[in-house]
C-alpha cells in the first residue's frame, strides 16, 4: 500500500480556511465599520438638521419678540397720548365753565341778594353773601335750579344779622357745577345760532 502523506494538504486547507475566516472576518469588521458609519451620519445628519430647526425657531421667536415688546410700546404710547387727549378735551371743557358761572351768577342774582365770596372746587360751588329777606335767598335758590350750567342748590346756613344799621341775612350756600361733555360743548360750535 502506498501511504500518502496528507499532513501537508490538510495544512494548506487549514491555512486556506483560516485565511478565508480572516478574510471574512475583516469584511465582516469592514460592513459593521460602515453600518455604524453610515447610522453615525443618518444620526449626526438629524441632529444638525434638528439644530438648524432649532436655530431657525429661536431666531423667529427673538423676531417675535421684539415685534411684541414694539406692540407693547406702542400700547404704553397710546395709552399715555389717550390719556393726555382726555386731560386737554377736560381742560377744554372746563375753560369755559367759570364764564358759564360767572355769567348765570349775574343773570340769576335777585335783586335783593349780593355775594360776598364764590368759591370754587372742582365742580363745588359756595356762595356766601347777604340778602334783605328770606324770600330773596327762595328766588335766587329756584334761579339756580333753572339753570342749565347749576345744579343742587343746598342752602348750609341763614343767619340775621345787622349790617350798616340794615337788617339782612348772612347766608351759605352750595351748588353744584353740571359737568358737560366734549359734544355738549361743540354742539354749539358746529351748529351756530340761526342756522340748521
Given at each position: 500500500m502506498i501511504r500518502?502523506?496528507?499532513?501537508?494538504?490538510?495544512?494548506?486547507?487549514?491555512?486556506?480556511?483560516?485565511?478565508q475566516i480572516a478574510i471574512l472576518a475583516g469584511a465582516v469588521s469592514?460592513?459593521?465599520?460602515?453600518?455604524?458609519?453610515g447610522i453615525y451620519s443618518i444620526i449626526a445628519g438629524n441632529i444638525e438638521y434638528q439644530n438648524a430647526r432649532n436655530q431657525f425657531l429661536q431666531n423667529r421667536i427673538a423676531v417675535l419678540d421684539s415685534e411684541i415688546a414694539e406692540i407693547r410700546n406702542i400700547k404704553t404710547q397710546?395709552?399715555?397720548?389717550?390719556?393726555?387727549?382726555?386731560?386737554?378735551?377736560?381742560?377744554?371743557?372746563?375753560?369755559?365753565?367759570?364764564?358759564?358761572?360767572?355769567?348765570?351768577?349775574?343773570r340769576l342774582l335777585p335783586e335783593g341778594v349780593y355775594l360776598q365770596s364764590v368759591k370754587q372746587n372742582d365742580q363745588n360751588i359756595t356762595?356766601?353773601?347777604?340778602?334783605?329777606?328770606?324770600?330773596?335767598?327762595?328766588?335766587?335758590?329756584?334761579n339756580l335750579e333753572s339753570s342749565p350750567w347749576l345744579e343742587?342748590?343746598?342752602?348750609?346756613?341763614?343767619?340775621?344779622?345787622?349790617?350798616?344799621?340794615?337788617?339782612?341775612?348772612?347766608?351759605?350756600?352750595?351748588?353744584?357745577l353740571r359737568r358737560t361733555s366734549i359734544d355738549d360743548v361743540?354742539?354749539?360750535?358746529t351748529n351756530p345760532p340761526g342756522k340748521s
Open positions: 500518502i502523506n496528507l499532513l501537508p494538504h490538510r495544512e494548506l486547507k487549514r491555512k486556506a480556511r483560516q485565511q469592514f460592513l459593521g465599520v460602515l453600518v455604524v458609519w397710546t395709552q399715555e397720548l389717550l390719556a393726555r387727549k382726555h386731560v386737554v378735551e377736560t381742560l377744554q371743557n372746563s375753560r369755559s365753565e367759570v364764564v358759564h358761572l360767572l355769567d348765570q351768577l349775574v356762595l356766601l353773601g347777604y340778602a334783605q329777606s328770606n324770600a330773596w335767598i327762595s328766588t335766587l335758590m329756584r343742587s342748590p343746598l342752602l348750609v346756613e341763614i343767619k340775621a344779622m345787622t349790617v350798616n344799621n340794615i337788617r339782612q341775612n348772612e347766608f351759605n350756600m352750595r351748588i353744584k361743540q354742539k354749539p360750535l
